[in-house]
């Protein structure tokens, strides 16, 4: 905020409730605001006893402090109609600014350079949300809104005009209009055209999985089928050129640090290619534990011969089949027949054998379903088909928990071998040369891959292992988890009194949270965080009063 000759007002320098006067005027800027309603908006159910001249109080000190030799005459802060008014003819408002660019968009052709240097322009007043001291008030939140929406359109625009000569720019862009907004799938379909543009498949589609997980876990929705579309040219982009011989499975190479290193799980890899491995192999472990990390580990020791599909994605009944057949390099006739499919009725034979003859050759084939509890009962007969009639062919399910899929169709193909996918031991993370990683990640996989990433970023992601792995427990679990991260180790009989539950409980629950990997016992009969992010995150989460509150507590009853 400057006044009309570019000066900067120094607003930082008044008091908080001045502040956040000024702040809804800024708001609201050139609508008159009824000092009722003013004051509503900064003080809501608590106003003063006297709130009008409070306010006028705070307007007098804002014009004082800011525009000390001012006079009514340019004062920017405008009394009228019994109210006041931010008048941005008298100073200059990046939020009124941005309004306008955002409303000349109106007058200007779809595409052209004119409308592109506006989303520049308002892409630079968009740097920051307004009203960072406020942000879920409800005068704030429409204004953070606005200008949120404003910056995304504004990135994905920049970024379709700079995809033809310049497709890292665009992909930048789209990242970060994702960043803003990580519902909108527009963004990630900006990102993954970006990504195959630059010829990294790869990439394209671990943007499609981020996609598909955030709809899915925080919306309960699919992608759409342009997503999938994406997804389909992502993978048929990263097809390699048939060669004359397959090699043998071979481990991934070192890490550069582009990507990830992938750690561990020999042993459960080991069982693939044995030459007793049954048809089929179930990889459970909770959500965090790698599973899709060890499925893509198996595409990568076994080139050409491994089909990903994955079941909670699929926007039409096959989608898991098609991606598949898509990795495996089926022709286009086994392509129709899948996407020829009712999707209210399984493959018949023609379909399935046409399909299987793609399993037919001398060496092993692997197909493996990511979150497989979720197929459906057709899905399941054709998997049982396959794996019936295609020797070669080596099934991989992958799902959370055995008792996740009792009741679910899936239960019918089952198996002799389950490889459950548990924390990585000190073993598995001595060749990161880091013993914070260990410490930190408890041993779970999503929480190794960011230990060492900025604190707040790697307690986020923290938290969301932790909501997620709680989910199907009794409610005392995350009261255990809450105790231990403020408390530090506990044992039964403590943590009963603190949570208002019987031991047997308590106990109950404590084995939920070792059998997930979040808690570990103690020789002392105690319980305590595995790892210190998880502990870190929800302890962030706790009051230093309810602290205070629960050390007396456990004091007392000791």
Same mark, same amino acid.
């Given at each position: 905020m400057t006044d009309c000759g570019g000066t900067i007002l120094p607003a930082g320098d008044l008091p908080r409730r001045a502040r956040q006067v000024l702040a809804v005027l800024a708001a609201r800027h050139d609508r008159i605001q009824t000092k009722d309603a003013l004051a509503d908006a900064v003080w809501g159910a608590e106003l003063p006893g006297n709130h009008v001249a409070t306010l006028e109080h705070y307007v007098s000190m804002i014009r004082r402090r800011l525009q000390p030799d001012g006079s009514v005459s340019n004062w920017f802060i405008?009394?009228?109609?019994?109210?006041?008014?931010?008048?941005?003819?008298?100073?200059?408002?990046?939020?009124?600014?941005?309004?306008?660019? /955002?409303?000349?968009?109106?007058?200007?052709?779809?595409?052209?350079?004119?409308?592109?240097?506006?989303h520049s322009s308002i892409l630079t007043l968009a740097g920051q949300l307004p009203f960072p001291e406020d942000p879920y008030a409800e005068w704030a939140e429409q204004a953070r809104t606005e200008v949120q929406l404003a910056a995304v359109d504004a990135l994905l625009a920049l970024a379709g005009a700079a995809l033809p000569d310049d497709p890292a720019r665009s992909l930048r862009l789209a990242q970060e209009a994702i960043g803003l907004s990580p519902f909108l799938e527009s963004g990630y379909q900006a990102a993954?055209?970006?990504?195959?543009?630059?010829?990294?498949?790869?990439?394209?589609?671990?943007?499609?999985?981020?996609?598909?997980?955030?709809?899915?876990?925080?919306?309960?929705?699919?992608?759409?089928?342009?997503? /999938?579309?994406?997804?389909?040219?992502?993978?048929?982009?990263?097809?390699?050129?048939?060669?004359?011989?397959?090699?043998?499975?071979?481990?991934?190479?070192?890490?550069?640090?582009?990507?990830?290193?992938?750690?561990?799980?020999?042993?459960?890899m080991e069982?693939?290619?044995?030459?007793?491995?049954?048809?089929?192999?179930?990889?459970?472990?909770?959500?965090?534990?790698?599973?899709?990390?060890?499925?893509?580990?198996?595409?990568?020791?076994?080139?050409?011969?491994?089909?990903?599909?994955?079941?909670?994605?699929?926007?039409?009944?096959?989608?898991?089949?098609?991606?598949?057949?898509?990795?495996?390099?089926?022709?286009?006739?086994?392509?129709?027949?899948?996407?020829?499919?009712?999707?209210?009725?399984?493959?018949?034979?023609?379909?399935?054998?046409?399909?299987?003859?793609?399993?037919?050759?001398?060496?092993?084939?692997?197909?493996?379903?990511?979150d497989a509890a979720d197929l459906d009962s057709a899905s399941v007969a054709e998997l049982a088909w396959l794996s019936n009639n295609c020797p070669r062919l080596r099934i991989v399910l992958t799902y959370r928990y055995p008792s996740q899929v009792i009741d679910r169709p899936l239960a019918a193909l089952n198996t002799t071998v389950v490889l459950r996918l548990g924390p990585l031991s000190a073993e598995d993370l001595a060749s990161l040369d880091d013993d914070r990683v260990a410490e930190r990640s408890g041993g779970i996989p999503a929480l190794v891959a960011v230990a060492t990433r900025p604190h707040e970023i790697a307690c986020a992601v923290a938290?969301?292992?932790?909501?997620?792995?709680?989910?199907?427990?009794?409610?005392?679990?995350?009261?255990?988890?809450?105790?231990?991260?403020?408390?530090?180790?506990?044992?039964?009989?403590?943590?009963?009194?603190?949570?208002?539950?019987?031991?047997?409980?308590?106990?109950?629950?404590i084995d939920d949270l070792v059998h997930a990997h979040l808690l570990s016992d103690e020789p002392d009969g105690t319980v305590r965080h595995r790892g210190t992010l998880i502990r870190d995150a929800i302890r962030a989460q706790v009051s230093e009063a309810s602290c205070t509150h629960l050390r007396e507590r456990l004091t007392a009853a000791s």
């Open positions: 405008v009394t009228r109609g019994g109210g006041y008014l931010f008048d941005t003819g008298r100073a200059e408002l990046d939020l009124a600014e941005l309004r306008g660019h /955002i409303r000349s968009l109106d007058a200007l052709p779809p595409d052209g350079p004119d409308r592109l240097a506006v993954m055209t970006a990504a195959v543009a630059m010829d990294r498949p790869d990439q394209a589609l671990r943007i499609f999985d981020r996609c598909r997980r955030v709809l899915e876990e925080e919306l309960g929705l699919p992608p759409s089928a342009e997503l /999938i579309r994406l997804q389909s040219a992502a993978l048929a982009h990263r097809l390699p050129k048939p060669a004359a011989a397959v090699p043998a499975p071979a481990a991934p190479a070192p890490a550069t640090g582009a990507e990830p290193v992938f750690l561990g799980r020999q042993h459960q069982v693939l290619f044995e030459p007793t491995a049954p048809p089929v192999v179930h990889v459970v472990g909770p959500v965090g534990a790698g599973k899709s990390a060890f499925v893509a580990e198996l595409a990568r020791r076994a080139p050409n011969r491994v089909g990903i599909g994955h079941a909670g994605s699929a926007v039409f009944r096959l989608a898991w089949l098609r991606a598949v057949l898509v990795d495996l390099g089926a022709g286009p006739e086994i392509l129709a027949a899948v996407d020829g499919a009712k999707s209210d009725q399984p493959l018949g034979p023609a379909e399935l054998e046409l399909i299987g003859s793609l399993f037919y050759g001398p060496e092993r084939v692997f197909l493996a379903v990511d938290m969301q292992i932790a909501r997620q792995r709680t989910r199907w427990m009794s409610e005392p679990a995350w009261d255990v988890l809450r105790l231990c991260a403020v408390l530090g180790p506990l044992s039964a009989a403590e943590l009963a009194p603190l949570t208002g539950r019987s031991v047997q409980e308590v106990l109950t629950s």
